[in-house]
């Protein structure tokens, strides 16, 4: 029986059919994203490193970068590699911090790998408001896994992703394996 067969049955035909009533999804935790309520003054990049790793989600500190995961993830393991230099473009970044980002990068792409087992690995960074930057004073690259046909109905049509497990066991699984292979 498909929804409209559903929702206009009844013994007498009623005057109007209305579609099934629709299913929410909560997701409290998004709340503060969606509303603004999280906006903080200053670079969350910048202020970051100034908590401690398990407050900030960091899950690897280098020398010239650190590991960071993302707060509202496309996926499970959605990562950034960020400079602990506050620059807004890649050719500002000097070379030792784009050495270890790219190591970092390196190594995320091992841990993803190993922990989620995706069949693939996006990288990316946008460079300015225009690019598509939520911070754009501050370069950072994303790493996440991906897996074939991951974009389904519920991400494409009703831009709601599902996420099986919480940012703090993602953190937890994350920095012990980072901690195996640095």
């Known amino acids: 029986m498909n929804w409209e067969q559903s929702a206009c049955s009844s013994l007498a035909a009623p005057p109007f059919c209305y579609p099934a009533p629709m299913d929410h999804l909560w997701t409290p935790w998004r709340y503060a994203y969606v509303t ?3 906006l903080v003054s200053g670079c969350i990049f910048c202020d970051a490193p100034k908590q ?3 407050q900030s989600r960091i899950v690897h500190r280098g020398r010239h970068c650190y590991v960071i995961l993302n707060t509202y993830p496309y996926t499970n393991g959605h990562v950034m ?7 807004d473009e890649l050719q500002k970044l000097p070379v030792d911090a784009a050495q270890e980002m790219m190591a970092l990068l ?4 091992t841990v ?3 922990l989620y087992v995706p069949d693939g690995v996006n ?17 950072h690259m994303h790493i996440l896994p991906r897996w074939i046909a991951d974009a389904n109905f519920l991400s494409v049509v009703g831009e709601t992703r599902v996420l099986p497990e919480s940012l703090d066991v993602t953190w937890e699984r994350i920095r012990k394996e980072m901690e195996k292979n640095i």
């Open 123 to 139: 990288l990316g960074m946008n460079i300015g408001r225009a690019a598509g930057a939520g911070v754009a004073g501050h370069i």
């Open 112 to 114: 993803l790998r190993r």
């Open 36 to 38: 603004g309520a999280d």
């Open 52 to 54: 401690s790793d398990e």
């Open 81 to 87: 590699v960020v400079p602990h230099e506050h620059v």
């Open 106 to 109: 390196q190594t995320m792409e």
